[in-house]
């Protein structure tokens, strides 16, 4: 199993108060569809294909409770959460660093995933 993680800091708004927050995510060979963000310490399991489409898009991207849009400079990721609705934004250039990095290693159309390993990670969740 190959993974890849990184470490930036990011903002976060909910209702009119922005903070700073720690962003981490990691890609792992295992499932090499989705990142895993921690957000201020908040797991998200968000589509890699959805980060891959949203850092090209003004318009927000996804459907149900991540929505992915980017500016010039800023990834933007509208969550709906249990504790309420937030705005995430981070450097772009940063997740896209890391984004490459993770197709370099599993070109789209070529992602190979152990199912047994997947289920039995859900099912133990």
Do not use: H
Not at 18 to 38: G, R
Not at 84 to 108: C, H, I
């Amino acid at each position: 199993m190959i993974t890849i993680s990184s470490q930036w800091v990011g903002e976060a708004t909910v209702d009119t108060v922005s903070v700073q927050i720690p962003i981490s995510a990691t890609w792992t060979s295992d499932d090499p569809l989705v990142l895993s963000c921690s957000l201020d310490g908040v797991k998200w399991v968000i589509g890699r294909d959805l980060i891959r489409q949203g850092l090209s898009s003004r318009s927000p991207l996804g459907e149900g409770d991540i929505r992915v849009s980017c500016s010039t400079t800023s990834l933007f990721l509208e969550l709906d959460g249990k504790g309420g609705d937030s705005l995430v934004w981070m450097p772009k250039e940063r997740m896209q660093g890391f984004l490459n990095k993770t197709y370099s290693l599993a070109p789209e159309g070529e992602e190979q995933m152990d199912m047994d390993s997947v289920i039995e990670r859900i099912l133990s969740s």
